[in-house]
């Protein structure tokens, strides 16, 4: 049984990193589980979208079955490539930016719903093009964690400078 390093104690009011999806916190360490994540995650995430893209060709093999005609078939097919591109953009940007930073079309949730799951491939294959970078969202995550950590610091060092001035008991003088 391998045994995991126990993680350093953090100070009193010290920044927690954010988990992420599949990697947890593993990510600030980049230990041994963070490595075989990033092997594994793109692997699954290549062929959930395979899976979704032959949910969707059944659907579009059942629609060309019923003998509708050759422009429901076109129009359905480019529903569906707008979905997943739509898809793919948004999940790209909430990869990248965070997504406190979606705006317009791309932060609706429920309005948009369907395009999102129509567009379930675009989107996975977005993740697996991230996934190949890095573990999708740690930089967005990194750079919070990091700007929290630094503030705290900045402010511990702040503390520090003279303890006594700031005792609790202690009154301000009045100039």
């Avoid at 600030?28 to 692997?43: F, M």
């Avoid at 950590?149 to 003279?162: F, L, M, T, Y």
Wanted: proline share 6%; charged share 25%; aromatic share 6%.
């Amino acid at each position: 049984m391998t045994e995991h390093p126990a993680p350093a104690p953090t100070p009193a009011g010290a920044p927690e990193p954010e988990p992420i999806r599949w990697f947890g916190t593993s990510w600030v360490e980049r230990g041994t589980d963070y490595r075989l994540r990033r092997v594994a995650v793109p692997i699954g995430a290549l062929l959930a979208a395979a899976a979704a893209a032959l949910v969707l060709r059944f659907g579009v093999e059942g629609i060309r079955l019923s003998d509708n005609g050759g422009f429901l078939n076109g129009l359905l097919v480019a529903a569906i490539a707008i979905c997943s591109l739509l898809a793919a953009l948004r999940t790209w940007k909430q990869l990248t930016e965070g997504k406190d930073r979606l705006t317009g079309w791309m932060a609706e949730d429920r309005s948009l719903g369907a395009v999102w799951i129509i567009g379930g491939v675009g989107a996975l294959l977005a993740y697996f093009v991230r996934s190949l970078v890095e573990a999708p969202g740690e930089a967005v995550r990194r750079a919070d964690y990091e700007r929290a950590a630094a503030a705290h610091r900045r402010r511990q060092s702040a503390r520090s400078g003279r303890p006594a001035a700031k005792a609790p008991g202690r009154a301000k003088r009045r100039r």
